[in-house]
């Protein structure tokens, strides 16, 4: 009858006000009622990101695993030698994609619950010769977030460097990474999660050296072939609705500020892990990589990840589970996009139902609460 609360890293919650542009009738999308839609989605992402001017984005239909491949098709070939950063699932995935694209890939694996240092990395690129190094800025997967932004400053600017391509499909726009402070050359985002619409749409924003790097024979990609879409162009139908959807969420965006947002998801982070530290879930990764968005938690002592996940779903609520190495041991909390601390809250009273402490660790994170708000007054 009601739907479920979510708290999950993707999907997530979408505002009232995105379903309601979702609703906006059909028309033409090569017609005059579309080309505002068109043209706002991409003025509005370079605003959102910074985007240099010789830079471009690309909206295309697909999750967000069709514009990390995309991202693999349209700026290496078939035997390009790049480095594969992977922390997690997703880092794996990713590697896997370029794998599949017939990329000669190395993998410098970091371990689950890590994040990898900008110094590797940058002595990784110097003792070999890459033609790019794909990264995941937050993993999903153990709720670590990489220190991309740092990265992106350290990277070497001149000569014939290596790309710096970053998949932030549940990082931005929920946690900083912006191409003024953190200049990478492709950044992949996706709809379903900080966008705050549903999934599919795939979102790419590039450098204007990633733009002149781009193999010039089309051998491999067809439909996602990026080029008319940097043109600013629609080859194909687009996914109107959600366009429609996508240009309202950037307007919420940038209404809320890249500050507030940020600041906002920090918080949602800190409740969280202060309710599992107080409430017997630990918090699975150390506190300076802890993501903004998802948190992974331990369970009490004698419950399952299983368990735990049933017995909130039976009270109304979606959390994650475990992947991989975790996927028996761990729980995840998604708080990414239009989550407040209030509907946050809510979802851990719920949790609070398995904890050995339930009082004691909503007053905990309701304390995290109460010290923002004096810190900042409301974040909403
Ligand atoms: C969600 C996610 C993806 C893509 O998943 P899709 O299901 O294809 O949208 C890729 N990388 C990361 C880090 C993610 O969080």
């Not at 295309?60 to 594969?84: H, K, M, W, Y």
Request: glycine residues 10%; aromatic residues 8%.
């Amino acid at each position: 009858m009601f739907p479920p609360d979510i708290l999950l890293p993707g999907p997530t919650p979408v505002p009232t006000a995105i379903e309601q542009a979702m609703l906006t009738p059909m028309s033409d999308h090569r017609g005059q009622l579309f080309q505002p839609i068109h043209d706002g989605v991409y003025d509005k992402l370079g605003i959102l990101f910074q985007l240099p001017q010789d830079g471009a984005a690309a909206v295309i239909p697909s999750s967000g695993t069709g514009a990390l491949e995309a991202a693999v098709q349209n700026f290496f070939a078939p035997n390009d030698r790049v480095l594969a950063v992977t922390t997690g699932a997703f880092g794996q995935r990713f590697a896997e994609a370029a794998r599949a694209m017939d990329l000669e890939v190395e993998e410098m694996a970091v371990p689950w619950g890590s994040a990898f240092t900008v110094e590797e990395v940058l002595d990784r690129i110097h003792r070999a010769s890459y033609r790019g190094v794909l990264v995941t800025h937050n993993e999903t997967s153990t709720g670590v977030t990489n220190p991309v932004v740092e990265l992106a400053r350290h990277w070497p600017r001149a000569g014939d460097r290596p790309l710096l391509v970053v998949d932030s499909i549940s990082g931005v726009p929920s946690i900083p990474l912006t191409f003024d402070e953190a200049p990478v050359d492709v950044l992949i985002a996706a709809s379903q999660k900080g966008f705050m619409c549903p999934p599919g749409l795939g979102i790419l924003l590039v450098s204007g050296y990633a733009l002149k790097k781009r193999p010039t024979t089309r051998r491999g990609r067809f439909y996602f072939d990026l080029a008319p879409y940097f043109d600013r162009q629609l080859p194909y139908t687009p996914a109107v609705s959600l366009w429609y959807g996508l240009h309202q969420a950037l307007d919420l965006l940038l209404q809320e500020g890249a500050s507030r947002r940020w600041a906002r998801h920090r918080l949602l982070a800190s409740m969280t892990r202060r309710f599992g530290e107080v409430g017997g879930f630990s918090p699975l990764v150390a506190e300076p990589i802890a993501s903004a968005t998802v948190t992974a938690l331990g369970v009490p002592t004698g419950l399952t990840p299983q368990a735990v996940r049933a017995a909130v779903a039976a009270r109304g609520l979606q959390i994650a589970g475990g992947m991989g190495p975790w996927a028996k041991t761990a729980i995840r909390i998604g708080h990414v996009g239009a989550v407040t601390p209030q509907a946050l809250f809510g979802g851990l009273a719920v949790l609070a139902h398995l904890s050995p402490r339930p009082t004691e660790a909503l007053a905990a994170a309701w304390d995290v609460w109460r010290q923002a708000a004096q810190d900042s007054g409301p974040s909403r």
